[in-house]
């Protein structure tokens, strides 16, 4: 069977607040490299005839086409500008897209995505039209509400990854409506416009680097593997 037209949308909206760093961390050197090279790398890896669209902050789009001409990003990619709220971002990003097939939307500061997971996912969302992340909790889990508290069986409490593939078409349909802040990734966007979800196993190293020992996981991580 034919497969279908691949593409990702990737979600570079960081301001770098949490990392005490004036550098969005998307552009953090990660091995020698801004982050974000890794992560668009990562899907031409797996599939070379990918079409990537990274999303960035409109205000820092002109210091991103002169980091790729610094550390000779070559890899193909188009650039749209973000909106307010990831969801107008990835709406944006989604916009970019002018075919049917299926689309994955991923963090920016994922770089750590590896072959294999890329490939359940895709295969999930071929049959399914939908395909999300997940990797077991490894902590205790508690929910305390003012005096009341009580644990969590954490053999069902998953923690939610990208990237997050589904059918474009539907996914742009699902995403035609304005947005709320219960939008906190697209699996809930897509959840409410009444599709069901399916789930694909995760990757505990796909880490998304938000603080600055992140960071040093990551390239510990990245040079081991």
Known sequence: I???PRYVVIVAGGKGLRMGNEVPKQFLLLNGKPILMHTIAAFYAFDPTISCIVVL????????????KTY???TPHAIVSGG???FNSVNNGLNAIYGTG???VHDGVRPIVDKEMLERGFQTAEIFNSA???VDSIDSLRVIDGDETKTLDRAKIKRIQTPQIFDVEMLKKAMNTPYTPQFTD?????ELAGHVLHFYVGNPNNIKIT???DLEIAQVTMKKS
């Open 72 to 74: 000779q990003c070559s």
């Open 84 to 86: 307010q709220e990831r």
């Open 2 to 4: 034919e497969m279908k």
């Open 132 to 134: 999300v992340p997940y």
């Open 57 to 68: 902050p409109e205000s820092q789009i002109t210091y991103w086409q002169s980091l790729c």
């Open 211 to 213: 603080t600055a020992i």
């Open 186 to 190: 697209e699996a809930t966007v897509w």
């Open 102 to 104: 299926l689309v994955a």
